[in-house]
């Protein structure tokens, strides 16, 4: 008997250590829930194609016959625009899953994707299978660059497309979760129905993203964090003014670039900049505990930032609606303007006042212990599940 099956965007495998947040959190989501219901996840494979593997009595891994891409993120552009329309095949593959599944009573599928998720959605509700919309990402709901920039063609053609594809999987759902109220904000102004929609933010694993002994508050070797794809969404370009700005104003402060992407070279010129490249998330705790504070650009926290938060650094990050709900200037982190004079203003007042870095970490951590520990997140996603399973959870928490 299976309750729930969880399907994954297919871009990555389920239990990935490559990258991508989507497969990750909803790994962990289905470990969350396999505490109280039979869980399946579909993934696609990564070289080698295993099909079914069970991670406990109650949670398996089912694998489709689809390889996972070779490079994340893509490293060139016809793997960019190509992976889209090969997610079809994906798509379909995991929908004759939900056929054979539905016949051993299964209860609700939690889609992860817009372009994977439509197809079996439909499906499952055919079958009579509830389905709940799982939406972590912000685009296109939320429009990530906090500094403006025009569209390309191409761009706009995606944007329209995945709002399309996005509204109509949401009128299929029985529920949509978000990762963010920004993510809820933009959808009700596309027109889905706020009734529908509730707010769960990411898991952290606050045991292994914790502080260590190893923050060293000499100025000269003051450190700056930076966890990310270089691309515009993410804010490469506002980064590299901030670190050629810095190199000028604050020459004792360095900065570790934890990741790579299209604007690599950009940085290549600096002279304060350590470039580590991508670094597998198993060994992201180490670099993070290398820095005292970690830089962030767009209009809703990611979950590399809420792990530095973990961590107990302090989050550098622009003054937008969504960030200011989570980060509180000179509590747990600094807000700024979008321009490289704020931020480098920002790092100067913590290269100069380590007490206050000690504030922000501890609080830092404080808040993601209390907002995003598997802990807090894993019980709002059984207490949802529960409810539209009709399941009483009050009585199965005192009979678990």
């Keep these: 008997m299976i309750d729930i099956c969880i399907i994954t965007p297919g871009i990555l495998e389920a239990r990935t250590q490559r990258g991508g947040g989507i497969e990750e959190q909803h790994y962990r989501v289905g470990l969350e829930l396999s505490k109280y219901l039979h869980t399946v996840i579909i993934s696609s494979f990564y070289k080698h194609f295993q099909g079914q593997s069970l991670v406990n009595d109650n949670f398996m891994v089912e694998e489709v016959y689809f390889p996972s891409c070779k490079d994340y993120p893509p490293k060139s552009m016809v793997e960019r625009y190509i992976i889209p329309f090969s997610m079809v095949l994906y798509s379909l593959l995991a929908s004759i899953k939900i056929i054979s599944l539905a016949k051993r009573g299964l209860k609700i599928v939690i889609v992860t994707d817009i372009l994977t998720g439509l197809l079996p959605a439909v499906l499952a509700k055919l079958l009579g299978v509830k389905v709940i919309f799982s939406e972590g990402n912000s685009w296109p709901w939320v429009n990530p660059y906090v500094v403006p920039m025009n569209l390309s063609v191409n761009q706009k053609i995606m944007y329209s497309t995945k709002i399309l594809i996005g509204s109509l999987l949401a009128k299929v759902s029985n529920f949509i979760r978000v990762q963010s109220a920004s993510i809820k904000r933009g959808m009700v102004k596309n027109g889905i129905d706020h009734n529908k929609i509730v707010v769960i933010g990411p898991g952290i694993d606050t045991n292994m993203f914790k502080p260590t002994n190893k923050n060293d508050f ?13 691309t515009d969404e993410k804010g490469s370009r506002l980064l590299f003014a901030v670190c050629k700005k810095a190199e000028k104003v604050i020459p004792e402060v360095s900065f570790m670039i934890m990741g790579g992407g299209p604007h690599e070279k950009l940085f290549k010129s600096l002279r304060n900049i350590e470039h580590i490249g991508w670094v597998p998330r198993i060994t992201l705790p180490g670099f993070l505990s290398q820095v005292q504070a970690v830089l962030f650009f767009q209009k809703d926290l ?5 792990e530095a938060m973990a961590s107990g650094k302090a989050v550098i990050a622009c003054n937008t609606k969504g960030v200011s709900q ?59 599940i529960f409810r539209e399973m009709n399941y009483r959870w009050d009585i199965l928490h005192v009979e678990v």
């Excluded at 990611?302 to 809420?306: R, V």
């Excluded at 200037?329 to 600094?334: I, K, R, T, V, W």
């Excluded at 931020?343 to 006042?353: D, P, R, T």
Aim: proline share 1%.
């Design 218 to 230: 000499s100025c000269m070797k003051f450190r700056i964090g930076f966890v990310g794809r270089l």
């Design 326 to 384: 989570i980060i509180k200037n000179m509590e747990n982190g600094l807000l700024c303007e979008p321009k490289a004079a704020s931020y480098v203003g920002a790092i100067k007042i913590l290269c100069q006042n380590h007490n206050l870095v000690r504030k922000l970490s501890y609080n830092a951590r404080e808040t993601a212990l209390r907002n995003f520990s598997w802990d807090s997140v894993g019980m709002q996603w059984v207490k949802l």
């Design 302 to 306: 990611g979950i590399a930032e809420l």
